[in-house]
């Protein structure tokens, strides 16, 4: 590292051509001092306006970490009001949980804030769910208006509370929501009183509604080859996001970073929310209280990215070095994450991977069902020696080790004849899908019998469904209106995709899995619908 004065400069100097777009700022820091920061394009194509240290952007989802801290630093350091009702602090914004969800999700579950900070309480993601609530992707979805509506419908789980991992925006909003009504204070106010001043970021704030993102950043969906143009948001979010900072925000924030971890600081929330956490059974979890340990190059990190349509963003600390690296990025397609990993790999002089190629089993290629979770995966050839396994939302590339064995730094694979078998250590799962058997019937007659309406009584969403043949179409219905028309394909018998690539949040759910059910005449009795993000939801055919 006696170096870094000299890498840095012409590290951050790649950055540009290498990740190309409209903009971005980047810094990196060392032992909690800045080191190198680059600055390049535009907040603003159209108004011709470079982008700069104090641009504010949305930084997204690492608005989790800082109500997760929010959450922390109330438990132990509670308001006057709070303290003058003379219960545990802690005690009080757990029992709005009771207050907020539905009786079913606490009725013998054991279902605690830590699993709603750690993604481990099994509560389907409201951003995937309002697309089956017949959101379309550039309507309005108000915190006030559709929040107590959203949290309504929620009847059930995916899974059970603490056994696994699943993304979920619905976890920090409802943690959220606890503290508002516990302290009777703004989120706002909150934040910029207990994280912001604390650790010295002088212009953060939390702007929950996205239409009114304070100018003059803006955030552009297309490419190089297409062209730019600005991407159109308008739902509001409090706590799973929210939050815009400026570059020079988010070097604060990593010196705060820096020396909670480094000061002991017994007062700091940081220090207590960044150790390693874990599920019911005692096994590690790589994330926790919104913040994601991760190998990088060998180094540990702990941070998180964030996305919004038109932006990308990450943030990063590796402990034993003491790095911080920070990406905003104002295009939908920016790389923010592969930006950072690869700022620390060249820092840290971690030499490009040169693995030996092996060839996969020609039989890996297909689809595959998970009758656990509902969901389909698919399997397709990537380049040479790789493979592509669609099971998230967009496909992950694995390396081929062994001619039945691929691996990622998130999933490990294998094939036993018609068994996929797929390990993803983050969600502290082990999948066993199936191979798809088709019985090589024509998809119109397969498709026969599927149109109609169908009603799922949990979530009050229904489902239409329309075409003939290999030409089918799906759209939902819900208390956010009727939304878009979707494309269905099918995968297997009585076994369907319906693409949803554009939703209300910036990831949208990708492919949803539609399983048909028959009765004994042979006849659509319904379906049981689901995306990685919110899995197994039953729809019943309406007669």
């Known amino acids: 590292m006696t170096t870094l004065a000299a890498v840095i400069p012409q590290?951050?100097?790649?950055?540009?051509?290498?990740?190309?777009?409209?903009?971005?700022?980047?810094?990196?820091?060392?032992?909690?001092?800045?080191?190198?920061?680059?600055?390049?394009?535009?907040?603003?194509?159209?108004?011709?306006?470079?982008?700069?240290?104090?641009?504010?952007?949305?930084?997204?989802?690492?608005?989790?970490?800082?109500?997760?801290?929010?959450?922390?630093?109330?438990?132990?350091?509670?308001?006057?009001?709070?303290?003058?009702?003379?219960?545990?602090?802690?005690?009080?914004?757990?029992?709005?949980?009771?207050?907020?969800?539905?009786?079913?999700?606490?009725?013998?579950t054991g279902l605690t804030l830590r699993h709603l900070c750690n993604n481990q309480s099994g509560l389907r993601d409201y951003w995937a769910l309002t697309v089956l609530w017949g959101a379309k992707p550039e309507g309005h979805f108000s915190v006030a208006d559709h929040g107590p509506k959203m949290l309504a419908s929620l009847k059930s789980f995916h899974f059970q509370p603490g056994t696994e991992y699943s993304y979920a925006n619905t976890n920090f909003f409802v943690v959220a929501r606890c503290i508002e009504r516990?302290?009777?204070?703004?989120?706002?106010?909150?934040?910029?009183?207990?994280?912001?001043?604390?650790?010295?970021?002088q212009t953060a704030r939390l702007c929950a509604h996205t239409a009114e993102h304070p100018p003059p950043c803006v955030g552009y969906e297309g490419d190089e080859a297409s062209g730019f143009y600005p991407g159109v948001n308008c739902i509001e979010w409090a706590g799973d996001a929210g939050i815009v900072a400026s570059l020079a925000d988010m070097v604060a924030y990593e010196q705060f970073v820096d020396r909670s971890s480094h000061s002991h600081d017994s007062q700091s929330w940081y220090g207590i929310n960044s150790e390693q956490q874990t599920y019911n059974d005692g096994s590690p979890a790589d994330y926790g209280f919104g913040l994601v340990r991760k190998q990088v190059g060998g180094v540990l990190t702990v941070g998180h990215a964030g996305a919004l349509r038109g932006y990308r963003l990450s943030r990063s600390y590796?402990?034993?070095?003491?790095?911080?690296?920070?990406?905003?990025?104002?295009?939908?397609?920016?790389?923010?994450?592969?930006?950072?990993?690869?700022?620390?790999?060249?820092?840290?002089?971690?030499?490009?991977?040169?693995?030996?190629?092996?060839?996969?089993?020609?039989?890996?290629?297909?689809?595959?069902?998970?009758?656990?979770?509902?969901l389909a995966i698919v399997v397709s050839p990537g380049g040479p020696g790789e493979l592509l396994v669609k099971y998230h939302g967009n496909p992950e590339k694995l390396r081929v080790v062994e001619a039945c064995r691929a691996e990622s730094n998130s999933m490990v694979a294998t094939l036993d004849g018609s068994c996929l078998h797929l390990y993803v250590p983050q969600d502290n799962r082990t999948l066993h899908a199936q191979r798809v058997a088709s019985s090589g019937k024509p998809a119109s007659s397969d498709s026969s019998g599927l149109q109609g309406d169908y009603h799922c009584a949990e979530i009050g969403s229904v489902f239409r469904c329309s075409g003939s043949g290999d030409m089918v179409y799906g759209m939902f219905d819900g208390f956010l209106g009727h939304g878009p028309v979707h494309l269905m394909r099918q995968l297997g018998d009585d076994l369907w995709a319906l693409a949803c690539p554009r939703a209300m949040d910036a990831t949208p759910p990708g492919d949803w899995t539609i399983i048909v059910r028959r009765n004994d005449k042979g006849k659509v009795a319904g379906l049981t619908i689901g995306c990685w993000l919110a899995r197994r939801l039953e729809f019943i055919k309406q007669e």
């Open 182 to 201: 516990v302290t009777a204070q703004p989120l706002g106010e909150l934040l910029a009183q207990r994280i912001f001043a604390p650790a010295g970021m």
């Open 11 to 108: 590290v951050l100097a790649d950055v540009p051509s290498r990740f190309r777009g409209p903009g971005g700022a980047v810094a990196v820091l060392k032992d909690g001092e800045l080191v190198g920061q680059q600055l390049w394009g535009y907040a603003d194509l159209q108004g011709r306006i470079p982008m700069a240290s104090d641009t504010l952007l949305p930084i997204c989802s690492i608005t989790k970490q800082m109500l997760c801290g929010l959450l922390t630093d109330l438990q132990r350091s509670p308001t006057p009001a709070m303290s003058a009702r003379g219960e545990e602090p802690a005690k009080q914004l757990s029992d709005q949980l009771g207050q907020l969800l539905h009786p079913n999700l606490l009725q013998d």
């Open 318 to 374: 590796a402990p034993e070095p003491r790095i911080s690296i920070v990406v905003l990025l104002n295009q939908e397609h920016g790389d923010a994450v592969g930006v950072s990993e690869y700022i620390l790999k060249r820092i840290m002089g971690v030499p490009e991977a040169k693995d030996e190629i092996a060839s996969p089993d020609p039989d890996w290629t297909g689809t595959y069902l998970d009758s656990d979770t509902g």
